[in-house]
């Protein structure tokens, strides 16, 4: 995971043995001090912290172990998100979804987010990845 961000710039892992929704807020608050800690600017740091709640919390609803590994690097411009859990299936998008839903928007909340994301099959899981912009411009 995040190979390319070893050899520079900044590198954390964070591993999730049981997620809940308190986990799921606290990995939140976890991501945004280390990426203000990083010294990115508050929008990356926004964006960043929206799509790892948005990944995490699909491990939480969507896999029967509920334990991921977290990943954050930066490259140059780049900050790269992983999450990675194992869960057989892939995330889906969901579209058309009624107003009133109250869930079933995350992965477009990611795509809007990023740069580029996309799914990685593992033989025991897989990887959803995400990177955006590490500057004060993000993609919304």
Same mark, same amino acid.
């Given at each position: !995971?995040? %190979?390319?961000?070893?050899?520079?710039?900044?590198?954390?892992?964070?591993?999730? &043995?049981?997620?809940?929704?308190?986990?799921?807020?606290?990995?939140?608050?976890? $991501?945004?001090? !280390?990426?203000?800690?990083?010294? =990115?600017?508050? &929008?990356? %740091?926004?964006?960043?912290?929206? $799509? +790892?709640?948005?990944? %995490?919390?699909? +491990?939480?609803?969507?896999?029967?172990?509920? #334990?991921?590994?977290?990943?954050?690097?930066?490259?140059?411009?780049?900050?790269?998100?992983?999450?990675?859990?194992?869960?057989?299936?892939?995330? =889906?998008?969901?579209?058309? =979804?009624?107003?009133? #839903?109250?869930?079933?928007?995350?992965?477009?909340?990611?795509?809007?987010?990023?740069?580029?994301?996309? +799914?990685?099959?593992? &033989?025991?899981?897989?990887? +959803?990845?995400?990177? !955006?912009? #590490?500057?004060?411009? $993000? #993609?919304?």
């Amino acid at each position: !995971m995040g %190979v390319a961000a070893l050899a520079t710039g900044h590198r954390f892992e964070l591993d999730l &043995p049981s997620v809940t929704p308190t986990i799921v807020a606290g990995t939140r608050r976890v $991501v945004r001090t !280390m990426l203000s800690f990083w010294a =990115l600017p508050g &929008p990356a %740091v926004d964006a960043a912290a929206q $799509v +790892v709640t948005e990944l %995490v919390t699909n +491990v939480y609803e969507h896999t029967e172990e509920r #334990a991921c590994s977290l990943w954050l690097g930066t490259l140059g411009e780049v900050l790269r998100v992983e999450v990675q859990d194992a869960g057989r299936g892939a995330p =889906l998008r969901r579209i058309g =979804l009624p107003d009133d #839903a109250t869930g079933g928007r995350g992965l477009l909340l990611v795509q809007a987010l990023s740069t580029a994301w996309g +799914v990685e099959r593992l &033989p025991f899981g897989k990887v +959803v990845w995400s990177e !955006m912009r #590490a500057s004060a411009e $993000v #993609a919304c």
